[in-house]
């Protein structure tokens, strides 16, 4: 695709559901990135993936995310079992490779209730 | 670990200054270096790439250097519109780390 697709745009849940956010990455670029940014704050770095393997998962706050991704294709985000403080905005990224420009997609507004 | 740091935090300035933004890093042994803006509830929007072999970039109004021995980058922007506010972040790409970014405020 011409960008980097996320989806939805906006999700509200409950806490204790489980909820999964989607990127689709530019076609081609290798490495994929999640990003999280509370509101106010920087960017908090998630999961990096280089093709379907994730060399750093080191910024997973919990074992209640989890990431995976398909090819060099889409990734999804999965957060169980989601917490107030699970609320902010998920960006994700992708580059041609780890040394190259990122573009970002437009972001998943998470908010749990 | 490396550290990305930006300063100032905020900045606020007149309408058709000149203005510096800083980004330093902790370890100087990086690829690449990207700048971005990001405007209210909006995604991030590439400004700059800077090559570790590179010195510096340019773009219209904007300039970004690098100075790896020192750990530093900076962001020139010429003759400031208010359509420049927004917040700036800059990010380490080899190690994947943002810093927390400038929010900068162009006066008409």
Redesign the interface.
């Known amino acids: 695709g011409a960008g980097v697709s996320q989806s939805p745009s906006n999700k509200v849940t409950e806490k204790g559901k489980d909820v999964e956010l989607r990127c689709d990455p530019i076609s081609g670029h290798t490495a994929l990135y999640w990003y999280r940014q509370r509101l106010g704050q920087g960017l908090e770095f998630l999961i990096y993936f280089q093709g379907n393997s994730a060399p750093d998962k080191s910024g997973l706050p919990s074992d209640r995310f989890s990431a995976e991704r398909t090819g060099e294709s889409v990734s999804t985000l999965t957060i169980q079992r989601t917490q107030q403080e699970d609320s902010a905005v998920y960006l994700c990224a992708s580059s041609l490779s780890p040394s190259d420009g990122y573009t970002f997609g437009s972001g998943t507004r998470l908010t749990v209730v | 670990k490396q550290e990305v740091t930006q300063i100032p935090a905020a900045l606020s300035v007149p309408e058709g200054e000149n203005l510096v933004l800083n980004c330093s890093f902790t370890d100087s042994a990086i ?2 270096l ?1 700048w ?1 803006r990001q405007d209210p509830g ?5 400004l700059l ?1 800077i090559q570790s072999s590179q010195r510096e970039q340019t773009s219209g109004r904007l300039n970004a250097s690098l100075d790896k021995s020192s750990g530093r980058s900076t962001l020139y922007i010429a003759a400031s519109q208010p359509g420049d506010s927004a917040t700036y ?1 800059c ?1 380490v ?2 190690d ?6 400038t929010r900068l405020t162009v006066k008409p």
Do not use: C, E, H
């Not at chain 2, 909006?42 to 590439?46: D, R, V």
């Not at chain 2, 994947?96 to 970014?101: C, D, I, P």
């Open positions: 690829y690449n990207q971005f909006k995604g991030l929007t590439s790439l972040l990010a790409l080899s994947m780390r943002f810093g927390a970014g």
